[in-house]
């Protein structure tokens, strides 16, 4: 019997070693905590008041590589200040990992690389459904700065950032140098990030112009799609997402899907069930046509007939199942972003009276809106650790 009790004992710490408990914040000072764990995995349960000042502003939590869930809910008044022109500043300094369903509001950033959510992002970091309120304003030499996130970093994989939108205006300081600065991004790197469905409406203060790559939105490098700024507010400069104005920011049929079609796309000779990427992190549309040729001597050119062996995968590459030594490849096909989803995750409020009349996230409502969110204690969740 006691050998089966300690068979038994034993088992339960191996299971207990096994299972990762989810954390609540719930608090400012837990939300610092984090930067003694920032592999972790967080949920917040309540509304947390930040409500720190110049004496002494929340450092940014850097290099966070786990998982927060905002479930709803806001940080508000929070404070990043660093103008000693180095680091990243943010409620997150380099994100690196993954955010979602989060408000931030009125917030107060300042800083060398800044944004209100953060400073960079870099490869695997995902953001969804989160938005801020607020300035942002750099400081500094050559600066990267954006109301939403001062910069993306690309090293292994893009990152994502969907479904979100600021209203923090953003400035700059005379400190010399190159400066980037953009109301949702200051700059992205090329290929890194990949942005959806988001937008931008502050406005933009530059006191070096000269010096200055400066735009609306998704500022200088990047391909966001279906990403908007108002232009009413802000102008384009080296932006590389779409100007709207104020009436059409706050009319849906403006965040309708964007879609790019691609015909007669030749893949060339290979060999059988060689993968084809045909819309990389973009779902297709409809159905594509896929043909193969063989090159006909008396015609002196390729013949081509449609066929159907080919299978299409969810992320968007085609295999070619069936074709022959010899034979080349062509597809037609139109891709595009279907992220403007106004049936589970935005909405439009017509009166005005919620976010102003802009879109606005229906599982993190703002605080114009009279939302109050989530803020329910629960119990810890516990989910399998790999």
């Excluded at 009790?5 to 939300?31: R, Y």
Aim: contains cysteine; glycine residues 12%; hydrophobic residues 35%.
């Amino acid at each position: 019997m006691r050998k089966i009790l300690l068979a038994l004992f034993l088992g339960l710490i191996f299971c207990a070693a096994s299972f990762a408990t989810t954390v609540e914040i719930a608090t400012l000072q837990e939300l610092r905590d984090i930067q003694s764990a920032l592999s972790d995995t967080y949920i917040q349960v309540e509304h947390i008041a930040a409500a720190t000042t110049s004496d002494s502003p929340f450092v940014p939590l850097s290099t966070f590589t786990g998982s927060y869930d905002g479930d709803g809910h806001r940080i508000t008044d929070l404070r990043v200040s660093d103008t000693s022109g180095s680091g990243r500043q943010g409620l997150f300094g380099t994100l690196n990992g993954t955010v979602k369903k989060l408000g931030l509001e009125n917030v107060n950033v300042i800083g060398f690389y800044a944004g209100s959510l953060a400073g960079e992002i870099s490869s695997f970091a995902n953001v969804d459904q989160c938005y801020s309120t607020g300035t942002v304003k750099g400081v500094g030499t050559s600066l990267n700065v954006g109301g939403f996130i001062g910069s993306a970093y690309y090293a292994e994989a893009p990152a994502k950032v969907t479904n979100s939108f600021t209203s923090c205006n953003v400035e700059t300081d005379d400190g010399g140098g190159t400066h980037h600065a953009g109301t949702f991004m200051g700059i992205g790197s090329n290929g890194g990030a990949d942005i959806h469905a988001d937008y931008a409406i502050g406005t933009l203060t530059i006191e070096t112009p000269a010096n200055t790559y400066s735009g609306a939105g998704v500022n200088r490098y990047g391909a966001p799609v279906a990403t908007f700024f108002d232009s009413t507010l802000c102008a384009a400069g080296s932006s590389v997402s779409t100007g709207k104005n104020t009436a059409e920011m706050k009319t849906q049929s403006t965040f309708t899907p964007l879609y790019n079609v691609v015909t007669n796309q030749v893949l060339g000779t290979f060999m059988d069930e060689q993968p084809f990427s045909i819309a990389p992190n973009l779902p297709v549309v409809g159905t594509p046509t896929v043909e193969l040729s063989t090159f006909d001597m008396d015609l002196m050119e390729n013949v081509w007939v449609a066929t159907d062996d080919y299978t299409l995968s969810e992320t968007g590459a085609v295999y070619i199942t069936d074709w022959g030594s010899g034979e080349s490849a062509r597809i037609s096909y139109s891709w595009g972003n279907i992220s403007w989803d106004f049936t589970d995750v935005w909405a439009i409020d017509a009166t005005g009276t919620i976010n102003s009349g802009y879109p606005y996230l229906k599982n993190v409502v703002p605080t114009s809106s009279g939302g109050s969110g989530t803020s329910t204690k629960r119990k810890p969740i516990v989910v399998w650790w790999n």
